[in-house]
């Protein structure tokens, strides 16, 4: 399927996050080791928050491994909140409109996962966005209506309800359709100031979903790592895998759960979907 990071803190080097770890989210493009595919080469994108309130996105349709322009844009770009998805296609298009993160107003999203039968639900999932939201949609994902589900169950107001909620709506249609086991997620999103990460599946066996450990305590541990000792107090990252072997630097994101980090506070709840007539 897919990998994912979400970084926030202090501004950093994007080729710290992309290239630099022993495990980095271009060598997992490639050499995936908890991915359900090993390679992820259709495709990436990054986000990242600068002097405006929308964020700047980069899409290829290349495999990270071999994209010059990365390597050029993440040697000259730093930012204090990183969004970076490798994709793995379960289907739909190679094309740049299908690359994570996806974007609207101030908010990023994306997701590793899919929707089950996506192409016998589509329709009604699709009918179900508000339709002031419809016209934003630019691509053919399940990932991007899964995002606009939950823009409108009230993402920007509840993003830890509205999610549960467009959760609730995808099983239910799936269900109606036949389908036993309609999602399969590890989803962040995040409006610029706050990330929320989920992990969940209808089946009970999610994707695999990291949260990094404390920086001062690891800074006590590892005194000669250099990029510890470069990074602020209040620095988090949420990822697919971890970016390395420094040991107690990770921490497993237990199975349907939800990651709320806000500034140096990282917050973990239970999560489950909500009736679809909760929206």
Request: charged residues 20%.
């Amino acid at each position: 399927m897919c990998r994912w990071l979400a970084y926030s803190g202090s501004p950093v080097s994007i080729e710290d996050l992309l290239y630099k770890p022993a495990n980095s989210l271009v060598v997992q493009s490639r050499h995936s080791r908890l991915g359900a595919e090993t390679v992820n080469g259709d495709g990436f994108g990054i986000g990242w928050y600068g002097s405006h309130a929308t964020p700047g996105i980069y899409h290829s349709i290349e495999p990270a491994w071999n994209d010059r322009n990365l390597r050029e844009l993440s040697a000259q770009a730093s930012a204090g909140r990183v969004f970076a998805h490798i994709r793995a296609s379960t289907g739909s298009a190679i094309q740049q409109s299908n690359c994570h993160p996806f974007r609207y107003e101030n908010w990023l999203w994306m997701h590793n996962g899919s929707i089950a039968d996506f192409s016998l639900v589509k329709r009604d999932l699709v009918m179900a966005v508000d339709p002031s939201l419809y016209p934003d949609i630019e691509g053919s994902t399940d990932s991007e209506t899964f995002f606009f589900l939950a823009l409108t169950f009230g993402l920007a107001e509840d993003p830890r309800a509205a999610v549960a909620r467009a959760v609730g709506f995808i099983e239910e249609t799936g269900r109606n359709h036949g389908v036993q086991f309609p999602l399969q997620m590890t989803v962040a999103t995040t409006d610029g100031d706050t990330t929320w990460a989920f992990r969940y599946s209808s089946e009970g066996r999610s994707r695999s979903l990291f949260r990094s450990t404390d920086v001062s305590t690891l800074r006590h541990q590892y005194p000669d790592n250099p990029l510890l000792h470069d990074l602020s107090d209040d620095a988090r990252l949420v990822v697919s895998e971890p970016l390395g072997d420094l040991r107690g630097a990770w921490e497993e994101v237990p199975e349907s759960s939800s990651v709320v980090v806000r500034g140096g506070r990282v917050d973990l709840h239970e999560f489950a979907p909500a009736a679809a007539t909760a929206a």
